[in-house]
Nanobody, 113 residues
Framework: QLQVVESGGGLVQPGGSLKLSCAVS????????IGWFRQAPGKEREGVSC??????WTNYQQSDRFTISRDNAKNTVYLQMWRLKPEDTAVYSC????????WGRGTQVTVSS
């Protein structure tokens, strides 16, 4: 069964950091680009970052607070988030082909004091 599963979300205080994981199963990660997206309450989904199969990455948020990486041996892509702000609160999802393929269900990130 082909699956994409996110984990690592939770409640964090403003200024804190969090590392999300996107684990794939049923297929090999090596040949796939993976994108991270987020959707805040009442807002449209937006791209956060995407990493190609070769490791080239793009940050859609124009911010150095997000770092995407991949470990093909673990079939996992990560999103490291730094200096989190309340406006980063959202459901974070990952998808193959940077959004054009298989999606996970997401993991909730809440930034609040």
């Amino acid at each position: 069964q082909l699956q994409v599963v996110e984990s690592g979300g939770g409640l964090v205080q403003p200024g804190g950091s969090l590392k999300l994981s996107c684990a794939v199963s049923g297929f090999t990660l090596d040949d796939y680009a993976i994108g991270w997206f987020r959707q805040a309450p009442g807002k449209e989904r937006e791209g956060v970052s995407c990493i190609s199969s070769g490791g080239t990455w793009t940050n859609y948020q124009q911010s150095d607070r997000f770092t995407i990486s991949r470990d093909n041996a673990k079939n996992t892509v990560y999103l490291q988030m730094w200096r989190l702000k309340p406006e980063d609160t959202a459901v974070y999802s990952c998808a193959t082909d940077c959004g054009g393929g298989l999606w996970g269900r997401g993991t909730q990130v809440t930034v609040s004091s």
